[in-house]
């Protein structure tokens, strides 16, 4: 499985940016896939997260303002999408997409959004 994310850069405060991540390979019909980030100096936390059953999950701190969301090309080719709203200067950070299954764990490079206040 190979991850793919596009998408980052600078906006200012109040505004929106959208990240994709296109998920390629065999992708297993039970899977997890998300968005991490990672703030230099701090731990990578989870942005948001959601199942190949649907269930979604977001951090605390962007619900209400990020939403995932994922297009499916069949078994070969995914693309999960973070649409963030109302970007603060504290959602600045470099952020990654993830996939998981049983098998394994795949993380996409980086993709930096800096919001300027």
């Known amino acids: 499985v190979q991850l793919q994310a596009s998408g980052g850069g600078l906006v200012q405060a109040g505004g929106s940016m959208r990240l994709s991540c296109v998920v390629s390979?065999?992708?297993?019909?039970?899977?997890?896939m998300g968005w991490y980030r990672r703030v230099p100096g701090e731990q990578r936390e989870l942005v948001a997260s959601i199942t190949s059953g649907g269930t979604i999950n977001y951090v605390d701190s962007v619900k209400g303002r990020f939403a995932i969301s994922k297009s499916n090309a069949g078994n070969a080719k995914t693309t999960v999408y973070l649409t963030m709203n109302i970007l603060k200067p504290e959602d600045t950070a470099v952020y990654y997409c993830?996939?998981?299954?049983?098998?394994?764990?795949?993380w996409g490079q980086g993709t930096l959004v800096t919001v300027s206040s």
């Open positions: 390979g065999y992708i297993l019909s039970s899977n997890v």
């Open positions: 993830d996939y998981q299954d049983t098998r394994y764990r795949h």
